[in-house]
């Protein structure tokens, strides 16, 4: 042996036994899957160039290859051609990843063995003529088994002639049966083989009509690569309609069965949408809407039947929303998930009555909530178990088919309500992989359905465990399970959470998917479905390092939405990871500073400016293209905004544009302006901030989204994370007598509690039932202003681009003031109630007059319904034609309109009972009146119901009568309306 070569020792702590070989160590690493096998006939692996290698592929059916210095010589294996001609586009256009990797090929008289090679353990190694280890690498092998099991068909249970038929895609498992057992807990079950179809890798066992009801498990014995060996794996069905209690088995269930309908679901008819435009989004979560709400009988609160109960609170709420504009409401996840126990034996509680009696700003509150966190009745849900189930907990009995029935009553009652439904859908991620005690995918098909990183480790960039999307079965999942979810429930919406870890192409193919539901067919409308998500861009998909992602900045085009961040953190102040009292237009930034470290003057104003920008784009329905004139002077598009080094507009239609100023993840917005607003500013100031807001998002072009309570101030108490904090932290009150502000000290960002302290533990920042009570009255109007003219739901980017125009822009606009108007005369003109609407938002702590020449001469009014505002302020707006000049109170939206002489069918609206006076102390009074709409050619008419309230105060009938002829001569006539009495 010559002087300085290599001895390699080695130890094996099973078997005690020790290796010298002279030869050296081994090269490379089979528990690392550097090599991907693309096709049936290529591979790439991540190798150097080694001239002097040979290359095989070794397989073995059992598992247990191992890498020892002399090579591995003991197992079957089929030579490598090393290729210079790289892959095919079609591949690297999927998988850009793979550009670098060096290109390896199959003999063709070798790929017969792919099949039976794909079903163990498979290497690939670069040795020496004389069996020398040069590298050596495990395989991925996602894409062969695309390659050589194509399958379209049906998977998990499906009926005919009221028999059932179980499938399961499995290619690589060695062998499949089904295991049937009589009832959730039965100890054993009978086992049904399943015959294997070659062609596509499915299994598929053919039942009796009384397998309907049974349980059932697959029995998958597969090779897993984590282990090293082939192992026997009892999982539930990828595919599962109905599960038991907590998802230990799968259920045989018939959708079609008219036991699991509730009366009138067939016939069940819903609410109008006439274009994506139209959509009003409602962000909820099951729990929060009847936790806490009395009028739920107690049985049913927290579950999918307190929808049910027509008299609630929460659906009052709901319905009167639904008769001021709103049109959907988003569901956060009601799919199987993992993180709440199903068994409500098991939940523990907390005494709320001695938690109420604790101060506004103690940390004992969140020492309860985390003591008992993983063992209560909440979670938000972001953690799929099994994606088309519905939820366990969320069911009067989580164990077998009543969640079917109870979701679709869910469903019914809010379509009678006015409502469409969205559901908040998670197929980036599931809770687990691997052999873990709850992973499904991966007991099936290891090493498939997940993202792997280089190294052939699931990716966990979302924090749980990546689905790979990419991969062909993995997006029929995802499209299958949104078709059932479509047909068999009737949803009419999903809202893809971190959408951007999907590929665009998995996107566009679900809308088409979508599309292709005709009503004669499939009993829905597909085309009347919206899908949105968030896009974005980060993790081991960024940049399209993974191929063309559903990224904000691809999602032009699709007709998918994406929600927009733009304006959010321009109208808030900074962002989600930025300093919490960084203020923005809404909050005071230049206008009103708080006294935190944002800059000198010019720098606040500067800023403001390009918030302005942000805002001016979403506004336009972000679009890439639409043209403004910006804080420099110049005239660009919207993609020439710049937001932090990316373009601030990219889409390409409105419908595209999902505008909002908050969502369950980081602080409400009532939230953020505690954090923002200065120190002196009063309740009356903070409630103007919040409405200010709303009425950014409700008249932007696009989708308005938002959360929940929005319209009431609603509070977390500062938590900014609350996806975990219990019913206490995320608390709603239908009843309008409190918003959750100051509950104790949030378990989130505990290093800042010094800082929330001082707010929580400030009696002047908590807000009366009279300010919550205004907050939801103006929400109302402004969603009837919205629904009352198609100008603020224009169709298309050409739509916008011609009618939406902005002032007081460029170098000397007026800080904090917003000027859009919006035309609708000439050739094209919309069949709506208005030839013309401005609408100002000042965000300034006073008053501002803005005029324009463009405007001398015009014939515009305060719209109809702001003219009857429970808001006084913005009654005091007011044009004068003269000079073109308006006036705009401090923290105030104003619409103005000029009406049409085009005659308009006649709308009914319902005057508001009145509201009790605020009671905080205020800079700014408010007072009662009537709300009241007005509805153009092309929307339902608007019904506004004003929060109720203790009796007292209100309106008059010789005051409505007044009422009533202003807006009769405001319109021509073409308006009707009606009262009645305080509910």
């Known amino acids: 042996m010559a002087e300085g070569s290599e001895v390699f020792i080695g130890f094996d702590p099973e078997t005690n036994e020790v290796t010298v070989s002279t030869e050296g160590a081994p090269q490379g690493d089979l528990s690392k899957a550097r090599a991907q096998w693309v096709t049936r006939d290529t591979i790439a692996w991540q190798v150097g160039n080694l001239p002097e290698a040979t290359y095989r592929l070794y397989y073995r059916a059992e598992g247990g290859l191992a890498l020892e210095p002399g090579g591995l010589d003991d197992a079957e294996f089929l030579t490598l051609t090393r290729s210079d001609i790289g892959l095919p586009a079609r591949i690297t256009v999927k998988r850009p990843q793979l550009l670098p990797y060096a290109v390896f090929k199959l003999d063709p008289a070798d790929e017969a063995h792919v099949p039976e090679i794909l079903k163990g353990q498979a290497v690939v190694v670069a040795q020496t003529e004389t069996g020398r280890v040069l590298d050596a690498a495990g395989l991925q092998i996602a894409d062969v088994l695309d390659d050589v099991y194509h399958y379209t068909g049906p998977l998990g249970v499906t009926y005919a002639g009221g028999v059932p038929a179980l499938r399961v895609w499995a290619p690589t498992a060695v062998s499949v049966a089904v295991l049937l057992y009589d009832s959730a807990t039965a100890a054993d079950g009978a086992e049904a083989p399943m015959a294997w179809e070659a062609a596509t890798g499915v299994w598929t066992a053919e039942g009796a009509a009384d397998w309907t009801g049974k349980y059932y498990q697959y029995q998958v014995d597969v090779y897993v690569p984590a282990t090293g060996q082939v192992e026997r794996n009892l999982v539930t069905d990828p595919y599962s309609l109905s599960l038991a209690t907590n998802s230990r088995r799968s259920q045989i269930v018939n959708l079609d069965d008219p036991g699991l309908k509730p009366e009138g679901w067939d016939t069940l008819a819903k609410p109008p949408l006439a274009a994506p435009e139209d959509s009003v989004i409602y962000e909820l979560h099951v729990r929060d809407f009847s936790a806490h709400d009395a009028s739920v009988?107690?049985?049913?609160?927290?579950?999918?039947?307190?929808?049910?109960?027509?008299?609630?609170?929460?659906?009052?709420?709901?319905?009167?929303?639904?008769?001021?504009?709103?049109?959907?409401?988003?569901?956060?996840?009601?799919?199987?998930?993992?993180?709440v126990d199903e068994d409500k034996s098991t939940w523990a509680a907390l005494d709320e009555a001695a938690l109420a009696a604790l101060p506004p700003d103690s940390d004992e509150q969140q020492a309860a909530v985390t003591a008992i966190r993983d063992r209560d009745a909440f979670n938000w849900g972001y953690d799929p178990y099994h994606y088309t189930t519905p939820e366990g907990a969320y069911a009067t009995d989580p164990g077998g088919a009543a969640r079917i029935r109870e979701f679709r009553s869910m469903?019914?009652?809010?379509?009678?309500?006015?409502?469409?439904?969205?559901?908040?859908?998670?197929?980036?991620?599931?809770?687990?992989?691997?052999?873990s005690a709850k992973s499904v995918l991966d007991k099936i098909v290891p090493g498939y359905y997940y993202r792997l990183n280089a190294d052939g480790r699931v990716e966990t960039s979302t924090c749980c465990q990546n689905t790979a999307s990419e991969h062909a079965m993995m997006e029929k999942l995802m499209v299958d399970s949104l078709l059932t979810w479509a047909t068999a429930y009737k949803v009419d919406?999903?809202?893809?959470?971190?959408?951007?870890?999907?590929?665009?192409?998995?996107?566009?193919?679900?809308?088409?998917?979508?599309?292709?539901?005709?009503?004669?067919?499939?009993?829905?409308?597909?085309r009347q479905i919206i899908v949105y998500g968030e896009g974005w861009d980060f993790g081991e998909v960024a940049a399209n390092a993974r191929g063309k992602n559903a990224a904000q900045r691809n999602i032009g085009g699709s007709g998918i939405g994406v929600f927009n961040d733009r304006?959010?953190?321009?109208?808030?102040?900074?962002?989600?990871?930025?300093?919490?009292?960084?203020?923005?237009?809404?909050?005071?930034?230049?206008?009103?500073?708080?006294?935190?470290?944002?800059?000198?003057?010019?720098?606040?104003?500067?800023?403001?400016?390009?918030?302005?920008?942000?805002?001016?784009?979403?506004?336009?329905?972000?679009?890439?293209d639409y043209e403004l004139v910006n804080a420099a002077g110049a005239t660009v598009p919207g993609e020439r905004i710049d937001y932090n080094g990316s373009p601030a507009g990219y889409t390409l239609d409105p419908q595209e544009n999902v505008v909002y100023i908050s969502a369950h993840d980081n602080e409400t917005l009532f939230d953020a302006i505690q954090w923002k607003a200065p120190a002196s500013a009063a309740m009356a100031d903070r409630v103007r901030m919040n409405n200010l807001g709303l009425s950014l998002v409700l008249l932007a072009q696009g989708m308005?989204?938002?959360?929940?309570?929005?319209?009431?101030?609603?509070?977390?108490?500062l938590d900014g994370n609350s996806y975990n904090s219990g019913d206490w932290f995320n608390r709603l009150d239908w009843t309008y007598q409190a918003n959750n502000w100051g509950v104790g000290l949030p378990n989130f960002a505990t290093d800042q509690w010094e800082a929330m302290a001082a707010r929580l533990g400030n009696p002047g920042l908590k807000p009366a039932p009279a300010d919550i009570q205004a907050a939801a009255a103006h929400f109302r109007e402004m969603l009837q202003v919205r629904r009352s003219s198609q100008l603020f739901r224009l169709r298309t980017a050409g739509e916008v681009s011609r009618r939406l125009v902005f002032y007081n822009t460029g170098r000397e606009q007026i800080p904090g003031l917003i000027v859009m108007a919006l035309e609708n005369t000439g050739e094209g003109r919309l069949p709506d109630a208005f030839d013309r609407v401005v609408a100002l938002f000042n965000a300034s702590p006073e008053a501002r007059t803005f005029a324009d020449p463009a405007f001398a001469g015009a014939v515009l009014v305060l719209h109809p319904i702001l003219q009857a505002s429970v808001d006084p302020v913005v009654r005091q707006a007011s044009f004068d034609a003269t000079g073109g000049s308006f006036s705009v109170p401090g923290r105030t939206a104003a619409v103005f309109v000029a009406v049409s002489d085009v005659p308009l069918p006649a709308a009914t609206a319902t005057a508001a009972p009145a509201t009790a006076e605020p009671t905080s102390a205020s800079t700014q009074p408010a007072a009662t009146a009537t709300a009241v709409s007005v509805a153009s050619a092309t929307a339902p008419a608007a019904t506004a119901t004003a929060p109720a309230s203790a009796p007292g105060?209100?309106?008059?009938?010789?005051?409505?009568?007044g009422i009533g002829a202003l807006l009769l001569a405001v319109l021509g006539g073409a308006f009707v309306w009606a009262w009645r009495p305080m509910e």
């Open 953 to 961: 105060g209100g309106l008059g009938t010789a005051a409505l009568v």
């Open 567 to 624: 304006l959010r953190d321009a109208a808030r102040g900074g962002g989600p990871f930025g300093a919490k009292p960084e203020q923005g237009f809404l909050t005071g930034l230049f206008l009103d500073p708080n006294g935190s470290s944002q800059g000198n003057e010019d720098a606040q104003r500067a800023k403001l400016l390009r918030y302005m920008d942000w805002i001016r784009v979403g506004l336009a329905g972000n679009l890439a």
């Open 411 to 435: 469903v019914q009652a809010l379509n009678a309500a006015g409502l469409r439904v969205v559901m908040d859908v998670v197929y980036n991620h599931t809770t687990a992989s691997g052999q």
């Open 493 to 526: 919406g999903f809202r893809f959470d971190l959408m951007a870890h999907h590929m665009l192409a998995n996107m566009v193919n679900v809308r088409a998917a979508l599309d292709g539901l005709a009503p004669a067919a499939a009993g829905v409308d597909g």
């Open 704 to 717: 308005p989204f938002f959360h929940a309570g929005d319209d009431l101030l609603r509070s977390k108490s």
């Open 297 to 339: 009988p107690e049985a049913l609160r927290g579950t999918y039947l307190a929808f049910a109960q027509a008299e609630s609170a929460g659906m009052r709420h709901l319905r009167a929303l639904a008769e001021a504009g709103l049109t959907h409401v988003q569901l956060l996840p009601v799919f199987d998930f993992a993180s």
